[in-house]
């Protein structure tokens, strides 16, 4: 059972639009700032997105992040096979002290 | 460029004990809080602990505390994390990073630790 809460999988088609939920409470992305990572299948994970909205040197605008309220999403816009991954979002929960991150989304470009 | 290099991973017998090693260049080491995540196999990332950069904070997962220990070696550029008492739930890649804000913005390529008799 992860703090943050992520959906399982979500799908669409090359060239399309998805967005991916990350719900947490107050103390976690309520407080702090939201982060995203791209795992490819046999890889550690990536930095896509940090502090909610900001891509690192190297990573495409079709990656974006927003954050409101208890609540991040990452969207992903002109779909491409090779996105095809698992997706976390993570950040620091100050009321535990801990890392935290949500369960992981499996993402398929049909 | 960043480089985490994570060793000291392999087959051990429940009851025993590890210690992984994160060796670090392209950074200064010193000056930046580090951490340790795990991913059990099929499974999601989770958080295991992380350091401070003079080493004197040191936080922990409920699960960690009491059988994992972080620590670090700034003249080596070199971040460990101990583990003692292995389970078989302990079987996972640990990937050690750099602390950004509480999160991760360099993961190390990772180490496998498996459990098993």
């Known amino acids: 059972q992860s703090v943050l809460t992520q959906p399982p999988s979500v799908s669409a088609a090359p060239g399309q639009k998805v967005t991916i939920s990350c719900s947490g409470g107050s103390s976690n992305i309520g407080n702090n700032n939201a982060y995203w990572y791209q795992q490819l299948p046999g890889t550690a994970p990536k930095l896509l997105i940090y502090e909610s909205n900001k891509r690192p040197s190297g990573i495409p605008d079709r990656f974006s992040g927003s954050k409101s309220g208890t609540s991040a999403t990452l969207a992903i816009s002109g779909l491409q096979t090779g996105d095809e991954a698992d997706y976390y979002c993570?950040?620091?929960?100050?009321?535990?002290?801990?890392?935290?991150f949500g369960g992981g989304t499996k993402l398929t470009v049909l | 460029e960043v480089q985490l290099v994570e060793s000291g991973g392999g087959l051990v017998q429940p009851g025993g004990s590890l210690r992984l090693s994160c060796a670090a260049s392209?950074?200064?080491?010193?000056?930046?809080?580090m951490q340790w995540v795990r991913q059990a196999p099929g499974k999601g990332l989770v958080w295991v602990s992380r350091?401070?950069?003079?080493?004197?904070?040191?936080n922990y997962a409920d699960f960690a505390k009491g059988r994992f220990t972080i620590s670090r070696d700034n003249a080596k550029n070199t971040l460990y994390l101990q583990i003692s008492s292995l389970r078989a739930e302990d079987t996972a890649v640990y990937y050690c990073?750099?602390?950004?804000?509480?999160?991760?913005?360099?993961w190390g390529q990772g180490t496998l630790v498996t459990v098993s008799s």
């Open positions: 350091i401070k950069y003079d080493g004197s904070i040191t």
């Open positions: 990073g750099k602390d950004h804000w509480g999160m991760i913005d360099f």
């Open positions: 993570g950040t620091w929960d100050s009321g535990l002290s801990v890392g935290v």
């Open positions: 392209g950074l200064t080491f010193s000056t930046y809080w």
